[in-house]
């Protein structure tokens, strides 16, 4: 089997990366799904899918309202669609989360029985300029913390909870100052 690679943006290139990867692997003489044509536009017309250089998360919501009103509210998301209750997506610049609830299809069970539900460690990461900023403004109950801030040779992190216990971590990438001191 062959990877077919599709072409993308530098800052989809990372996003990618932190997410774990965005080639796709296709048989020999297969062909990628084609790019968008126009913004709105997704894989072969579709209406309403996400534009060709984006990333699409799915988390598992227990209560969609609440759910997109901690993403537009807290963390700068901007809505994008809606489905009643038991469904929607919220974007930041080329990442589209799909909030699935109770009702559907996304959070059916599997046919083994398990159920899909918020939680784990795999997690979106949102790049931010001042992680204090953001952990004070996050501190005043708006989010739960999982851990407190954690500093490496890749910048500052933290990591905080959804409403309904799916992490996002916040990112802050060093900076030249930083770096000049550390002697790198």
């Known amino acids: 089997m062959e990877k077919t690679i599709i072409r993308t943006t530098p800052m989809l290139f990372w996003t990618c990366i932190a997410?774990?990867?965005?080639?796709?692997?296709?048989?020999?003489?297969?062909?990628?799904?084609?790019?968008a044509s126009s913004?709105?536009?997704?894989?072969?017309?579709?209406?309403?899918?996400?534009?060709?250089?984006?990333?699409?998360?799915?988390?598992?919501?227990?209560?969609?309202?609440?759910?997109?009103?901690?993403y537009t509210e807290h963390l700068g998301f901007r809505e994008v669609m809606r489905a009643g209750s038991a469904f929607g997506a919220v974007s930041r610049g080329?990442?589209?989360?799909?909030?699935?609830?109770?009702?559907?299809?996304?959070?059916?069970?599997?046919?083994?029985?398990?159920?899909?539900?918020?939680?784990?460690?795999?997690?979106?990461?949102?790049?931010?300029?001042?992680?204090?900023?953001?952990?004070?403004?996050?501190?005043?109950?708006?989010?739960?913390?999982?851990?407190?801030?954690e500093v490496g040779p890749g910048g500052k992190q933290i990591l905080i909870e959804d409403p309904d216990g799916n992490p996002i971590e916040l990112h802050e990438a060093p900076r030249a100052d930083d770096e000049a001191r550390s002697g790198r």
């Open 19 to 35: 997410l774990g990867g965005c080639a796709s692997a296709a048989p020999s003489g297969a062909q990628a799904p084609r790019a």
């Open 39 to 70: 913004p709105g536009e997704g894989p072969q017309g579709a209406p309403g899918a996400p534009e060709a250089a984006s990333v699409t998360v799915r988390y598992q919501v227990k209560d969609l309202e609440r759910a997109v009103r901690f």
């Open 94 to 149: 080329p990442l589209r989360l799909i909030l699935s609830g109770p009702g559907s299809s996304g959070s059916r069970p599997m046919p083994d029985g398990r159920r899909q539900e918020p939680g784990g460690w795999n997690r979106i990461v949102l790049y931010v300029d001042d992680l204090g900023a953001w952990t004070r403004a996050l501190g005043n109950g708006a989010a739960t913390f999982r851990n407190t801030v």
